[in-house]
């Protein structure tokens, strides 16, 4: 069974760090941009961090650049993003997937989307 696993959420308070994990089974995804999205009630998914497939290039949206880091370790098939100086309105679920394209044009493959983990920032 081909599935992405999320974890590391969890109760932070404002301005606190989290590192979320993304584990890959049943497939290699070392050949695939991977990217993490995050829908927070009542609002659309939002692609939060792209890495390229050799991990080499990383993208984010305006609002967490210089605070997140994206990164990922091919040979255990996992990717991470790291999150510091987290803000409330950051709460919210995190998923991570495959796709193709870059930046704000990256789409997901969504045969893989699964349940996320919850991020919540206390204020």
């Known amino acids: 069974h081909v599935q992405l696993v999320e974890s590391g959420g969890g109760l932070v308070q404002a301005g606190g760090s989290l590192r979320l994990s993304c584990a890959g089974s049943?497939?290699?995804?070392?050949?695939?941009?991977m990217g993490w999205f995050r829908q927070a009630p009542n609002k659309d998914r939002e692609l939060v961090a792209l890495?390229?497939?050799?991990?080499?290039?990383?993208y984010y949206v305006d609002s967490v650049k210089g605070r997140f880091t994206i990164s990922r370790e091919n040979a255990e098939n996992t990717v991470y993003l790291q999150m510091s100086s987290l803000k409330s309105e950051e709460t919210a679920v995190y998923h991570c997937?495959?796709?193709?394209?870059?930046?704000?044009?990256?789409?997901?493959?969504?045969?893989?989307w699964g349940q996320g983990t919850q991020v919540t920032v206390s204020s």
């Open positions: 997937d495959p796709g193709t394209g870059w930046g704000p044009t990256f789409v997901a493959d969504a045969k893989y």
């Open positions: 049943g497939r290699s995804f070392s050949a695939y941009a």
């Open positions: 890495i390229n497939w050799s991990g080499y290039s990383s």
